[in-house]
């Protein structure tokens, strides 16, 4: 685990060394764990709003549709995206940016900014991987100068408000299994729980402790599962992900076959993504209107786009999971 020196706080950059022995760590075992990154201050006022949030959600007695899909007990929660909850030492973080940076490259962008809560008796989820790889061949690979395996070319954030252990249902990780290759050819939904052969190759499985304040970085193609949460209260997390420069699409991944007016358009316009169905369309994030002075206050040290928009209103709890994050109320005037 790394630590944040006071200078480095203070100048907003990590230490050369400790930043290549980070990525170094996410490229090799792919996480690392940061201590420290974000205040008390911001961990209480969120870890109050997740909890009164996913409580809410519960009150229906029904499963939600990522419950239904992944597990029993795990939310994808939507975050509240006004102030004062939208935190500078959490979207806006130089120290983030500088690691995201430094795995992705020039201009990465955030294409996710939400929850992950897991509720007391929740049941464990399936093991799997959330991206697949960008080149599916080492010829695909070394045509686009690329080496094999591929780098990643998304970075996931999982934010800890408080201590998350195994006793309050940490998440299984397998180390090393994101440069498993054999699952890029694999087709759309199948688990490395079917393979025990490439489970055995890389386990045994590790835990994904992260101190109050500590964000683990991981590229997302290890893989892991969440677990049951065998305690008695709300296991918060929030979830940042940041996609590389030449991830055009509004999820982050590779589409090539663009034509040249597509390609003219993003060039010009860098609010523009290919959306699920092909078509080129605003892949910003929204927040209502309350929150822009923070991104306005901090501009990025590192060259991260932060790919967001503001709004009059909008409903936090639905659409979380989908373009934009959330569902727009009412739009800002011009």
Known sequence: MYTITD???????LETEKLNRIVSDIGTAGYAVVADLVSPETRQLLLESVREDAEAIHAAD??????????????QLG????????????????????????VLGEHAWLGFYNG?????????????????????????????????????????CSIALEEITASNAATEIYPGSHRETAVAAWPRGERPGTHPEMLEKWGPPSRMEIPAGGICFRDPRMWHRGMPNKSDRIRPMIAMTFHAALGNHWRGTLVR???????????????????????????????????????????SMHDIGRNVRFVRKLDHTVDAHLVGGARVLEESAG
Request: aromatic fraction near 6%; hydrophobic fraction near 30%; glycine fraction near 6%.
């Open 79 to 102: 975050l509240r995206r006004r102030a004062p909850y939208v935190r500078a030492d959490l979207l806006t973080n130089p120290l983030i940016e500088h690691i995201v940076a430094g």
């Open 7 to 13: 200078e480095e706080r203070s100048t907003g950059s």
């Open 62 to 75: 029904e499963l939600t549709p990522h419950e239904k899909h992944t597990g029993e007990g795990h939310l």
């Open 257 to 299: 076959d663009l034509s040249p007016e597509d390609v003219a358009r993003c060039k010009e316009d860098s609010s523009l993504r290919v959306m699920d169905d092909g078509k080129l369309g605003d892949g910003r994030l929204v927040f209502e209107d309350s929150a822009r002075e923070v991104f306005d206050r901090h501009p």
């Open 116 to 156: 992950n809560v897991n509720m007391p008796g929740s049941t464990s989820q399936p093991l799997h991987f959330d991206r697949p790889f960008t080149w599916k061949t080492k010829e695909d690979a070394e045509a686009n100068g690329e080496h094999w395996p591929p780098r990643a070319t998304t970075l996931s």
